[in-house]
């Protein structure tokens, strides 16, 4: 441990302060079950920055998914490698591998400073399915409806930086139309919920409805 002595230090000092800015609600977006990747790094960045400290994600190559790994770094020069993390990609596609980067990248960056994950997989697991709690039944379906939700927001999120790449490589802008598809899995209320979960994406947000626009056009031409 003498090899990472003021790194450690460092780190000591700020994990209260971490820990005190989710307590205190200071990210709106730990108000609910599902707090994002950018939510997740506003909530740690300036106890990191107030104490020399700042992280970096390395990628690892695997097979069927993605491995993420959190490595601290100190002013100092020092660092300390978390681990490996791995993500089981649902789908074998850009969207899929893009959705289990975000949820991966998170999870490994959550662990790595003690960030709690208020969607607690192992409460939920310790409880009996359906168990009643203040006398009513678990919401399942809604933490369902969230989880699926947040998901197609991630993958809204990788598909748009991928279209862009694709963009200004190719020329070629029908990756902004998978994008589209993507954020149509999601319809009636349920969209506010994506349009809230992509709140500081303003550029995700814009395609989306510019190529929405473009589809409705679409199928107006064809009708007539």
């Known amino acids: 441990m003498d090899s990472i002595k003021e790194l450690s230090a460092a780190m000591a000092k700020a994990f209260p302060a971490i820990e005190g800015a989710i ?24 106890a990191l920055a107030d104490h020399g400290l700042w992280f970096r994600q390395v990628t690892h190559s695997v097979e069927g998914g993605v491995c993420v790994e959190t490595v601290i770094h100190h002013e100092s020069g ?16 850009a969207q899929g591998f893009g959705s289990a980067l975000t949820y991966c990248r998170r999870y490994s960056l959550m662990t790595a400073f003690g960030v709690p994950a208020e969607d607690d997989d192992g409460n939920a697991a310790s ?37 862009v790449s694709q ?53 107006s031409k064809a009708i007539a």
């Open 23 to 46: 307590k205190g609600k200071a990210n709106p977006a730990f108000r609910s079950k599902y707090a994002d990747l950018s939510s997740v790094v506003d909530a740690i960045k300036p």
């Open 78 to 93: 020092q660092s300390l490698p978390c681990g490996p993390l791995f993500v089981p990609a649902t789908k074998h596609d």
């Open 127 to 163: 409880k009996p399915h359906g168990a009643r709690q203040n006398g009513a039944q678990q919401p399942d379906a809604e933490a369902d409806k969230h989880r699926a939700i947040r998901e197609v927001a991630d993958a809204c999120i990788a598909t748009h930086a991928a279209a």
């Open 167 to 219: 963009m200004e490589r190719e020329n070629d802008a029908s990756g902004f139309w998978e994008l589209h598809r993507a954020a149509s899995r999601v319809m009636g209320e349920d969209r506010m919920i994506l349009w809230d979960m992509l709140s500081k994406h303003s550029a995700v947000r814009a395609a989306i409805k510019e190529y929405a626009g473009y589809a409705a056009t679409e199928k």
